[in-house]
């Protein structure tokens, strides 16, 4: 009987090892778990920082090349004023004559004209 419990205790022992093994390995998991997510943490914040860093470089890129464009157009604009103000002042004169002769008639009994009696 002594062997039978001897052996019922050995078994109990062995239960119990092999219960605190798996406890440990539990505990070993979520540690090695938690850890591991703290470190894919990391990771995603530095990559998004670095994602977030070359945007605005490409974004300052962009809205710089593009004031550089509203610059370039708006100093087209003054020009092409500057030049259609030059050729309406060139003009002007030319087409005032014309306007005036058209606009200033002075009627007169043409040369060839008889009159009929």
Wanted: with cysteine.
């Amino acid at each position: 009987m002594t062997s039978q419990t001897q052996g019922i205790h050995q078994l109990f022992q062995a239960e119990k090892q092999a219960k605190d093994k798996l406890e440990e390995a539990k505990r070993r998991k979520g540690k090695r778990l938690k850890q591991a997510k703290e470190e894919a943490m990391v990771e995603t914040d530095q990559y998004r920082m670095q994602r977030d860093k070359e945007f605005r470089l490409k974004q300052s890129k962009i809205m710089g090349s593009q004031s550089n464009l509203s610059d370039e157009i708006e100093e087209q604009t003054l020009g092409k004023i500057q030049e259609l103000n030059g050729h309406y002042n060139k003009c002007m004169e030319s087409v005032m004559k014309q306007l005036t002769m058209v606009c200033d008639m002075k009627p007169e009994i043409h040369v060839n004209y008889r009159a009929i009696k």
